[in-house]
């Protein structure tokens, strides 16, 4: 009787062991999946604008009065606190290893809505150099900001009147940056963006005539998207280049809502949009066949290849879900099915980033990780139809697909692709042509670099 008592018991506590591990093991599942949630919370709720740029240097100059100084080329910014609470913000200079004027021979000056009156930069308070391509450290200015609340400035900087430059040493080399409790706050890569011209001067930009070719650098122009403002980039960009997950994108455009849309710059992967053209729905990123809905070639041959090169290699945390655009809205032309990007293509070369709504039962607006850029895009970015251009960022030399429906004619689904000429135009969507992935990195993003081919933008960690 006792032996059968203990192997009850005995039998109760294994089962109670195994509950435990179960439950904990399930907890954690849980806990880990919770915290891929919100790793991108990480971020500073502080945004930044340098509206010129973050570095401050001179080259050669001459000794002036501080009348004169307040005249010198000024280094604007503008700093916002969309936090819950008041922040103590600390601005920051730091002297590069490239810098060879004593700082007693520097004044700097800080006005606006904060102001550090003229004075010898060497007399600040120096901090601890955090940045290896550092020598010093020198605190401007402390100041509070209230939330919700935008602050702006301007730096300036100049050689005192009473200084004369020693032989060799006539370089000045600085960089200014904002802390919050001892952590640096670094611009979004949007603000990193939008500082190169400027987001007055690109606002105020005329829109470009997409009956013609972009084989210049034209830089970025503003449009509208399903988010808001978006800023996209044209013509021949040498400075839009970002290297990630071990390959290289180009950006494409800031999203309305902040994040970055980028396109990997070279590709192998190619396949056919769909297996058929034999029916309109075949230009559909996903379909419906026997009341079940059925995904593309092109979308499964995404899926796959961001599993096997993002996702599984540990990327995907630095991406998120992005709106892609398979416009099936149409009109009817006898018995062809012209839709919105032939109009706006073919017929009034008048590209949009808006995606309208369609009742097809294949295509719309998707939110995914992975897409295809829009013919309207490719247009925006320099293409035109029919012609050529090998002088703008999105040419490679190889005829790739976009995500756009064209028309159904002749019993046949054209897509919208991109030619090897460079050229906008149309192929049926059983043709096979290489694939060029499109992703979306979260608007917190933060980069180092500056987007050149030999210094492309490199993703900050956000472990």
Do not use: H
């Amino acid at each position: 009787m006792i032996k059968k008592k203990y192997k009850v018991c005995l039998l109760s506590l294994v089962i109670l062991i195994i509950l435990f591990i179960s439950i904990t093991f399930s907890y954690g599942i849980w806990l880990s999946n919770k915290s891929d949630d919100n790793l991108l919370s990480y971020n500073d709720c502080i945004d930044i604008i340098y509206s010129n740029q973050d570095y401050i240097t001179m080259d050669n100059p001459l000794s002036i009065s501080d009348d004169d100084g307040y005249g010198t080329t000024p280094y604007p910014f503008v700093i916002s606190n969309n936090c819950s609470t008041n922040k103590e913000i600390e601005l920051r200079l730091d002297i590069l290893n490239n810098n060879s004027i004593e700082l007693n021979k520097i004044k700097v000056y800080v006005n606006g809505d904060i102001e550090l009156k003229p004075v010898i930069l060497d007399t600040l308070v120096s901090s601890k150099v955090n940045d290896p391509d550092s020598t010093e450290n020198k605190l401007l200015i402390r100041f509070n900001i209230n939330s919700n609340e935008t602050i702006r400035g301007n730096i300036r900087v100049w050689l005192d009147k009473n200084s004369t430059l020693s032989p060799n040493k006539n370089i000045f080399s600085s960089k200014m940056y904002f802390t919050s409790e001892e952590t640096i706050i670094k611009p979004k890569f949007k603000e990193i963006l939008l500082s190169k011209e400027g987001l007055e001067n690109i606002n105020n930009k005329i829109s470009p005539d997409y009956s013609s070719i972009a084989n210049t650098y034209e830089g970025l122009y503003a449009s509208i998207d399903e988010e808001g403002t978006s800023y996209f980039f044209r013509g021949d960009i040498n400075d839009n280049y970002v290297y990630f997950a071990d390959l290289l994108w180009r950006i494409i455009r800031i999203n309305g809502n902040g994040s970055i849309r980028i396109i990997l710059n070279d590709s192998d992967l190619i396949g056919n949009y769909n297996l058929n053209k034999n029916n309109e729905k075949y230009v559909g990123y996903t379909y419906e066949d026997n009341g079940s809905t059925v995904n593309s070639n092109i979308k499964t041959l995404l899926d796959n290849w961001y599993e096997e090169n993002i996702k599984n290699k540990g990327y995907d945390k630095y991406l998120v879900n992005e709106y892609f655009c398979n416009d099936t809205s149409y009109t009817k032309v006898n018995n062809s099915i012209n839709f919105k990007e032939y109009d706006k293509l073919f017929i009034s070369d008048q590209p949009s980033l808006k995606c309208n709504t369609s009742d097809k039962t294949y295509g719309g607006v998707y939110k995914e990780k992975v897409g295809l850029i829009t013919s309207s895009e490719a247009v925006m970015a320099g293409a035109t139809l029919n012609v050529s251009n090998s002088n703008y960022y999105l040419y490679n030399n190889k005829t790739f697909y976009t995500m756009s429906p064209i028309d159904f004619s002749n019993n046949t689904a054209y897509v919208g692709v991109i030619t090897k000429n460079g050229a906008f135009y149309n192929v049926p969507a059983s043709n096979e042509e290489y694939i060029r992935p499109v992703i979306n990195l979260s608007n917190i993003t933060t980069v180092t670099g500056t987007g050149t081919i030999n210094d492309p933008y490199l993703i900050d960690n956000i472990d």
